[in-house]
């Protein structure tokens, strides 16, 4: 069974995030800071991490820094979770080597394509 990470310091998204991966046949880890995604992910290994852009001891673009240094997460989808829209943000989340960009509010099919992309489902 493939492994998701997701992060997020806003419990209401986590839950929601959460709720619309419930339905594929997955483990789902959560972590509610990006000290604790950094931890899982070495932990549990997953096939995709998808990491809230803003989170208060560590940003999901830091996380993102850190898990690249490691060989293990070289070739690790790395999802950039936010509400921002600007170029500004989106290049950050490119420069720390995330792979793609998942807009708050999350839609139901963007999700669903993201997992088909990374043939997770």
């Known amino acids: 069974m493939n492994t998701i990470l997701i992060a997020d310091d806003d419990f209401i998204s986590l839950e ?32 995709l991490i998808i990491l809230d852009y803003e989170m208060d001891d560590l940003t999901g673009a830091e996380v993102c820094i850190e898990l690249r240094k490691d060989s293990a997460f070289s070739n690790t989808p790395i999802i950039a979770l936010t509400g921002h829209q600007s170029s500004t943000h989106l290049d950050h989340c490119r420069d720390a080597g995330m792979d793609e960009t998942l807009h708050k509010p999350v839609a139901p099919d963007a999700l669903a394509q993201l997992l088909k992309t990374y043939q997770l489902v």
Do not use: H, R, W
């Open 16 to 47: 929601v995030l959460k709720a619309m991966l419930a339905s594929y046949s997955l483990e789902i880890v959560c972590a509610s800071n990006g000290s604790d995604a950094l931890a899982l992910a070495k932990e549990k290994q997953p096939q």
